[in-house]
T-cell receptor, first 111, second 115 residues
């Protein structure tokens, strides 16, 4: 069945460092892909999405490109801030009204 | 708008007890769903609803019941709690009824412990 695999965390970075969180997927066809973010004590929020191959989603300085050749959707940010500390979830649309999530990657950014 | 609200925030139950997790949204969203979040497993879909009076099963429905009598509310019932149901539960909503590629809005979660 469809699945999403994320790099294990936690990822610990200093402020202004470059961030990459790896995400790969297994699915039939070319599903839409998403990154959700969960700040401490809150629910998940959509960060960005890409609905077809080669699309790039971007928001708040974060980017991810839908790569069908490598079945990947890696999240990147050029310069992280302390306020980016959160748990990041990669997800794919797994059929009608269904999101399939990865396990989540915790990011901690220190001043 | 309050968005998606969930009550309670925390709950401890004994094995065999029953309870209802409440979820409400004030955005007139047709689609609502329940997920559980377990360490190392991400979020898994329990049940979902595409409108009042319509519900369907997700990936892990066993041990849970739902109903949707109004657009705003989508309660999740545990009839006989088991330790395996210890988890964090999230309610989410979206418009229109086919959540598809549309953003899903999540509530803050309910942390449930079953002893």
């Amino acid at each position: 069945g469809d699945s999403v695999t994320q790099m294990e965390g936690p990822v610990t970075l200093s402020e202004e460092a470059f961030l990459t969180i790896n995400c790969t997927y297994t699915a039939t066809g070319y599903p839409s892909l998403f990154w959700y973010v969960q700040y401490p004590g809150e629910g998940l929020q959509l960060l960005l999405k890409a609905t077809k191959a080669d699309d790039k989603g971007s928001n708040k300085g974060f980017e991810a490109t839908y790569r069908k050749e490598t079945t990947s959707f890696h999240l990147e940010k050029g310069s992280v801030q302390v306020s980016d500390s959160a748990v990041y979830f990669c997800a794919l649309r797994g059929g009608y009204n269904k999101l399939i999530f990865g396990a989540g990657t915790r990011l901690a950014v220190h001043p | 708008n309050a968005g998606v609200t969930q009550t309670p925030k925390f709950q401890v139950l004994k094995t065999g007890q029953s309870m209802t997790l409440q979820c409400a949204q004030d955005m007139n969203h047709e689609y609502m769903s329940w997920y559980r979040q377990d360490p190392g497993m991400g979020l898994r879909l329990i049940h979902y609803s595409v409108g009042a009076g319509i519900t369907d099963q997700g990936e892990v429905p066993n041990g849970y019941n739902v109903s949707r009598s109004t657009t705003e509310d989508f309660p999740l019932r545990l009839l006989s709690a088991a330790p395996s149901q210890t988890s964090v539960y999230f309610c989410a909503s979206s418009y229109p009824r086919d959540a598809g590629d549309n953003e899903q809005f999540f509530g803050p979660g309910t942390r449930l412990t079953v002893l």
